[in-house]
């Protein structure tokens, strides 16, 4: 291993790391310490060494408040250690090399920290460049000066060096980067392949080296994470640079403020004098940051790397999903996007890659800390594939995505492309085909943005969840600011209902496409009677109880008693907690005369917990209906017997439920004064409802409100034709953000089993009643989706051949996907047949002149294209067979306003349909 080199100061020891095949060489100076007369002034060249230096440890660190002194996020997260050596002489680098001789030539990263410009340093965990550097790439990070120590201007100043006025922290980069370029071969590096990266204001610190002139000829690729940041509002955005006049006059009243009277007197100051003057100064005036000033910058480094003026080169940037949003938009997100697209506009060919980070991120114990979101940095654990250093309970599949984006992040340094074998294939992203990287919880997934996501926001369609995620049964409730959504798990291709754990995901009530998943929140083999895992978990339900704690409720397939976890988070990790039983201890459902538990639905007032069970079959006498059993406020015990609250099939004649009778899916909730109770019904496609004033009863029938046939509907087709393939169902109802939905599900691939989570608004006419509402492809969207972009055909939520048969099939039009459960791929629609008719509801339509759709296997016919089933077709698409999939398209006549598209194939053979897009001219 290359464990001594030399460069143009001197001999350099490092040892080696971690991985003996990795040598670290830590606090090699690429530059005199800036104190003394260096203090306001560029980097001074380095001072060679007559003996070898060992480069053991970390230097220190620029001085700046000292870190883990409080009890903020970050001072949990990484900047720990109140004890880190801290200096004014901080101008050293850091090499990470698995070079075993010093000519191997290896792709470079050099990667400069993020803080804010006032906070930061090499040293951080989250940084070590080791797991990388195994990755076949030399990774450096660079020291620069920070706050008033490397952004101060003042007129002094610029009379004592008019070529380096300002900017001294970005010098500083500069002069490492340059260090680099004149170095890095002697520890197996190659000068001619140079990456600079960074995060936050690392990031925005490669977008100013990337357009500086003088590392032009250095820099080969940038990798800006978080670092593109522009405010809505221009008057209020922190980071657009100053010009040089107005930081010296900053610079004037900062020197005033520190009662000296020139530059002299201010380099005599300490450093903790000049830093505790500075965090007084700051509490009136502006931070200080890199400015306009003539020398090294010459422009807003956004506004010039829009024009191009910079290092032409490949790009990846982008952002965690939860950083820097105002009104649910995300600064970071818009930023880049906004840069990116006007970029290609000046360069079309330009490689611009773009992701964005949002994974389940979990909580690290901390008071308000239980769901931290995808906050800003928390990606850096991920690109550096760190997470082993970090504190918080990250699970295998973390570990797993952490391995493919820093794998992404080690392509792209080497060959200026993040792709490889083996990784999802990720796009560049242009302005005429704008293509994501979405890291999620369960691996790095592409994405379109224009099909389901517009500008900085989700667009919410149905299935709500991604479509290779498979959570019926969804209880949906709010918590804070989220939507939580809990039900069982079926797993694609399953051989039966509910195989998988519970798990949860959750949204923000203000941005109901942006789900996220939580996780596995109960795995099946905590319920002791379960350790072996036998038996599934079927639908649960959520409740709060007095205690503020959350309390899931559940019937495991093979007993009929309930079982209770609970946790203090709404996204667990849920623990067992009991059984409901009677005051002797004998379980609910044990009991002689007690009828088999089933599907718990819970709601919680005062101290009192209302728990709704039961399951009558067709035809079983020995089931009588829905039960309603009453707890005690330790959540277990029965204060009140299971008392039958509406009617199975055998017992509803005279009832009002006749042909709506209760079959299973109890859930409760209330609506101002009155209580719903809605449930499956015993066709099983429909959910119903009952309403009483009272929580004990009598229950009145109400109605159905949806069914996942569409079965009554009659707006647009007759009430008794079914539009797609149903079967059972389950849900419920609740507000989120003032308006109110029902949750249900779908049926996929053929079979009852591999059931996925849709949801639909509804309204309460004024004699509280529910109207039954249309399945759409836009439920949660808050109106119809946008005409721009291409849409997975896997939204479809019309799928039906001339028959209009109600239940599912097995070799019928389905959704599909490719792959094994849990394989992030999109679904698609397969075997669609002559007669099949596909429908996507709504759009909002704008001149739209035409339609692309993208079809594969074998077949030979037309798609007609329409706007309403009963209408002419606008126009036809002739398609036929291939192996891969192919577009076709055709046009028609300009068409504006909120319209369906309906798609009927009229030809031979079993086509598949993976998109559609609607064209404009």
Same mark, same amino acid.
């Given at each position: 291993?290359?464990?001594?080199?030399?460069?143009?100061?001197?001999?350099?020891?490092?040892?080696?790391?971690?991985?003996?095949?990795?040598?670290? &060489?830590?606090?090699?100076?690429?530059?005199?310490?800036?104190?003394?007369?260096?203090?306001?002034?560029?980097?001074?060249?380095?001072?060679?060494?007559?003996?070898?230096? +060992?480069?053991?440890?970390? *230097?220190?660190?620029?001085?700046?408040?000292?870190?883990?002194?409080?009890?903020?996020?970050?001072?949990?997260?990484?900047?720990?250690?109140? +004890?880190?050596?801290?200096?004014?002489?901080?101008? &050293?680098?850091?090499?990470?090399?698995?070079?075993?001789?010093?000519?191997?030539?290896?792709?470079?990263?050099?990667?400069?920290?993020?803080?804010?410009?006032?906070?930061?340093?090499?040293?951080?965990?989250?940084?070590?460049?080791?797991?990388?550097?195994?990755?076949?790439?030399?990774?450096?990070?660079?020291?620069?000066?920070?706050?008033?120590?490397?952004?101060?201007?003042?007129?002094?100043?610029?009379?004592?060096?008019?070529?380096?006025?300002?900017?001294?922290?970005?010098?500083?980069?500069?002069?490492?980067?340059?260090?680099?370029?004149?170095?890095?071969?002697?520890?197996?590096?190659?000068?001619?392949?140079?990456?600079?990266?960074?995060?936050?204001?690392?990031?925005?610190?490669?977008?100013?080296?990337?357009?500086?002139?003088?590392?032009?000829?250095?820099?080969? =690729?940038?990798?800006?994470?978080?670092?593109?940041?522009?405010?809505?509002?221009?008057?209020?955005?922190?980071?657009?640079?100053?010009?040089?006049?107005?930081?010296?006059?900053?610079?004037?009243?900062?020197?005033?403020?520190?009662?000296?009277?020139?530059?002299?007197?201010?380099?005599?100051?300490?450093?903790?004098?000049?830093?505790?003057?500075?965090?007084?100064?700051?509490?009136?005036?502006?931070?200080?940051?890199?400015?306009?000033?003539?020398?090294?910058?010459?422009?807003?480094?956004?506004?010039?790397?829009?024009?191009? #003026?910079? @290092?032409?080169?490949?790009?990846?940037?982008?952002?965690?999903?939860?950083?820097?949003?105002?009104?649910?938009?995300?600064?970071?997100?818009?930023?880049?996007?906004?840069?990116?697209?006007?970029?290609?506009?000046?360069?079309?060919?330009?490689?611009?890659?773009?992701?964005?980070?949002?994974?389940?991120?979990?909580? #690290?114990?901390?008071?308000?800390?239980?769901?931290?979101?995808?906050?800003?940095?928390?990606?850096?654990?991920?690109?550096? +594939?760190?997470?082993?250093? %970090?504190?918080?309970?990250?699970?295998?599949?973390?570990?797993?995505?952490?391995?493919?984006?820093?794998?992404?992040?080690?392509?792209?340094?080497?060959?200026?492309?993040?792709?490889?074998?083996?990784?999802?294939?990720?796009?560049?992203?242009?302005?005429?085909?704008?293509?994501?990287?979405?890291?999620? *919880?369960?691996?790095?997934?592409?994405?379109?943005?224009?099909?389901?996501?517009?500008?900085?926001?989700?667009?919410?369609?149905?299935?709500?969840?991604?479509?290779?995620?498979?959570?019926?049964?969804?209880?949906?409730?709010?918590?804070?600011?989220?939507?939580?959504?809990?039900?069982?798990?079926?797993?694609?291709?399953?051989?039966?209902?509910?195989?998988?754990?519970?798990?949860?995901?959750?949204?923000?009530?203000?941005?109901?496409?942006?789900?996220?998943?939580?996780?596995?929140?109960?795995?099946?083999?905590?319920?002791?009677?379960?350790?072996?895992?036998?038996?599934?978990? !079927?639908?649960?339900?959520?409740?709060?109880?007095?205690?503020?704690?959350?309390?899931?409720?559940?019937?495991? +397939?093979?007993?009929?008693?309930?079982?209770?976890?609970?946790?203090?988070?709404?996204?667990?990790?849920?623990?067992?907690?009991?059984?409901?039983? !009677?005051?002797?201890?004998?379980?609910?459902?044990?009991?002689?005369?007690?009828?088999?538990?089933?599907?718990?639905?819970?709601?919680?007032?005062?101290?009192?917990?209302?728990?709704?069970?039961?399951?009558?079959?067709?035809?079983?006498?020995?089931?009588?209906?829905?039960?309603?059993?009453?707890?005690?406020?330790?959540?277990?015990?029965?204060?009140?017997?299971?008392?039958?609250?509406?009617?199975?099939?055998?017992?509803?004649?005279?009832?009002?439920?006749?042909?709506?009778?209760?079959?299973?899916?109890?859930?409760?909730?209330?609506?101002?004064?009155?209580?719903?109770?809605?449930?499956?019904?015993?066709?099983?496609?429909?959910? %119903?409802?009952?309403?009483?004033?009272?929580? !004990?009863?009598?229950?009145?029938? =109400?109605?159905?409100?949806?069914?996942?046939?569409?079965?009554?509907?009659?707006?647009?087709?007759?009430?008794?034709?079914?539009?797609?393939?149903?079967?059972?169902?389950?849900?419920?109802?609740?507000?989120?953000?003032?308006?109110?939905?029902?949750?249900?599900?779908?049926?996929?691939?053929?079979?009852?089993?591999?059931?996925?989570? %849709?949801?639909?608004?509804?309204?309460?006419?004024? #004699?509280?009643?529910?109207?039954?509402?249309?399945?759409?492809?836009? =439920?949660?969207?808050?109106?119809?989706?946008?005409?721009?972009?291409?849409?997975?055909?896997?939204?479809? %939520?019309?799928?039906?051949?001339?028959?209009?048969?109600?239940?599912?099939?097995?070799?019928?039009?389905?959704?599909?996907?490719?792959?094994?459960?849990?394989?992030?791929?999109?679904?698609?629609?397969?075997?669609?047949?002559?007669?099949?008719?596909?429908?996507?509801?709504?759009?909002?339509?704008?001149?739209?002149?035409?339609?692309?759709?993208?079809?594969?296997?074998?077949?030979?016919?037309?798609?007609?294209?329409?706007?309403?089933?009963?209408?002419?077709?606008?126009?036809?698409?002739? @398609?036929?067979?291939?192996?891969?999939?192919?577009?076709?398209?055709?046009?028609?006549?300009?068409?504006?306003?909120?319209?369906?598209?309906?798609?009927?194939?009229?030809?031979?053979?079993?086509?598949?349909?993976?998109?559609?897009?609607?064209?404009?001219?």
């Amino acid at each position: 291993m290359l464990r001594k080199t030399r460069v143009e100061n001197g001999l350099v020891n490092g040892l080696p790391g971690n991985d003996p095949r990795v040598t670290v &060489y830590r606090g090699i100076p690429f530059a005199e310490a800036p104190i003394g007369e260096n203090r306001f002034r560029a980097p001074q060249p380095c001072k060679d060494w007559e003996e070898p230096l +060992d480069a053991f440890e970390f *230097g220190p660190i620029s001085y700046q408040d000292t870190p883990g002194t409080g009890d903020g996020l970050y001072d949990r997260e990484w900047h720990i250690d109140p +004890d880190i050596a801290k200096s004014e002489d901080c101008l &050293y680098l850091n090499i990470w090399t698995p070079a075993k001789k010093d000519d191997e030539k290896l792709p470079v990263l050099v990667w400069y920290y993020g803080g804010g410009f006032q906070w930061g340093y090499t040293a951080e965990m989250e940084f070590n460049g080791e797991a990388l550097a195994k990755k076949g790439i030399v990774v450096v990070s660079i020291a620069y000066r920070l706050g008033c120590f490397g952004f101060l201007a003042h007129k002094e100043i610029t009379k004592e060096n008019p070529d380096a006025p300002a900017n001294f922290g970005l010098l500083d980069q500069k002069a490492g980067l340059h260090w680099v370029s004149r170095n890095i071969a002697a520890f197996g590096g190659d000068p001619s392949k140079i990456t600079i990266a960074g995060q936050s204001a690392g990031g925005s610190s490669v977008m100013h080296q990337l357009t500086h002139d003088g590392n032009r000829d250095i820099i080969k =690729g940038a990798a800006i994470f978080s670092g593109i940041i522009r405010h809505v509002n221009a008057e209020d955005d922190i980071f657009r640079p100053l010009n040089l006049e107005q930081a010296e006059a900053l610079g004037e009243k900062f020197f005033e403020s520190l009662g000296v009277k020139d530059l002299e007197e201010a380099r005599r100051l300490s450093s903790k004098e000049l830093l505790d003057g500075y965090n007084r100064f700051i509490k009136d005036h502006p931070r200080m940051y890199p400015i306009v000033d003539g020398k090294f910058c010459t422009g807003d480094p956004v506004e010039r790397f829009v024009k191009r #003026d910079c @290092a032409n080169v490949p790009v990846i940037s982008g952002n965690t999903a939860d950083e820097f949003t105002i009104n649910g938009i995300s600064m970071v997100e818009s930023s880049v996007k906004g840069a990116f697209t006007d970029a290609n506009k000046n360069d079309e060919d330009q490689k611009f890659y773009y992701y964005r980070f949002n994974p389940d991120i979990p909580g #690290d114990g901390h008071k308000g800390d239980a769901y931290p979101g995808t906050f800003h940095s928390c990606d850096l654990w991920f690109f550096f +594939d760190t997470l082993g250093m %970090c504190h918080r309970p990250y699970k295998g599949r973390h570990f797993d995505l952490a391995d493919q984006m820093s794998s992404y992040f080690a392509n792209f340094v080497k060959t200026g492309n993040p792709n490889a074998e083996g990784l999802p294939v990720w796009e560049p992203y242009k302005s005429s085909s704008r293509h994501e990287m979405e890291f999620l *919880g369960r691996g790095a997934t592409p994405k379109f943005e224009g099909g389901i996501r517009q500008n900085s926001r989700n667009q919410a369609v149905n299935p709500y969840l991604p479509s290779w995620e498979y959570i019926p049964d969804g209880e949906p409730y709010v918590f804070g600011d989220r939507v939580y959504v809990y039900g069982s798990h079926d797993l694609y291709q399953g051989e039966t209902f509910c195989l998988g754990d519970y798990v949860c995901w959750s949204a923000p009530v203000k941005d109901l496409g942006n789900w996220k998943y939580e996780g596995v929140i109960y795995p099946k083999t905590a319920d002791p009677l379960n350790p072996d895992g036998h038996m599934c978990l !079927y639908a649960p339900d959520v409740t709060v109880g007095p205690d503020g704690r959350y309390y899931l409720y559940y019937v495991l +397939d093979k007993v009929c008693v309930v079982s209770v976890a609970v946790s203090d988070t709404p996204v667990g990790p849920f623990e067992f907690y009991g059984y409901v039983h !009677y005051e002797d201890g004998t379980k609910l459902g044990d009991k002689k005369g007690d009828e088999p538990q089933f599907d718990p639905g819970v709601l919680t007032e005062g101290d009192e917990t209302y728990l709704f069970t039961g399951f009558c079959g067709q035809g079983d006498k020995s089931r009588h209906g829905a039960m309603l059993t009453v707890l005690d406020k330790d959540m277990l015990t029965i204060k009140k017997a299971p008392e039958f609250i509406a009617p199975g099939n055998c017992y509803s004649e005279g009832t009002g439920f006749e042909k709506h009778a209760f079959f299973e899916a109890p859930s409760i909730r209330k609506h101002d004064d009155t209580y719903y109770f809605v449930y499956s019904s015993e066709v099983m496609h429909e959910l %119903c409802y009952a309403t009483s004033k009272s929580i !004990y009863g009598p229950y009145t029938y =109400g109605g159905v409100i949806v069914s996942n046939c569409d079965l009554h509907i009659d707006s647009y087709k007759k009430a008794d034709e079914a539009t797609a393939y149903g079967a059972n169902n389950h849900g419920s109802i609740v507000e989120i953000d003032g308006d109110w939905y029902i949750f249900y599900h779908r049926h996929t691939n053929g079979t009852w089993f591999s059931r996925q989570g %849709c949801a639909e608004k509804i309204h309460f006419e004024s #004699d509280g009643s529910i109207k039954q509402v249309e399945i759409t492809s836009c =439920g949660l969207n808050g109106g119809p989706l946008s005409d721009i972009g291409e849409y997975p055909s896997y939204i479809a %939520c019309n799928i039906f051949t001339n028959d209009h048969k109600i239940y599912v099939e097995a070799n019928a039009p389905r959704v599909v996907q490719e792959g094994g459960d849990n394989t992030p791929n999109n679904g698609y629609i397969k075997d669609i047949v002559d007669g099949t008719t596909i429908g996507f509801k709504y759009f909002e339509l704008n001149d739209a002149t035409g339609l692309r759709i993208k079809t594969r296997a074998y077949f030979s016919g037309t798609f007609e294209v329409r706007t309403s089933l009963d209408s002419e077709p606008i126009c036809s698409i002739s @398609a036929h067979g291939s192996n891969i999939w192919t577009a076709f398209e055709s046009s028609f006549a300009k068409v504006s306003g909120t319209y369906p598209i309906y798609l009927t194939y009229k030809g031979t053979g079993n086509c598949s349909l993976a998109s559609i897009e609607i064209l404009h001219s």
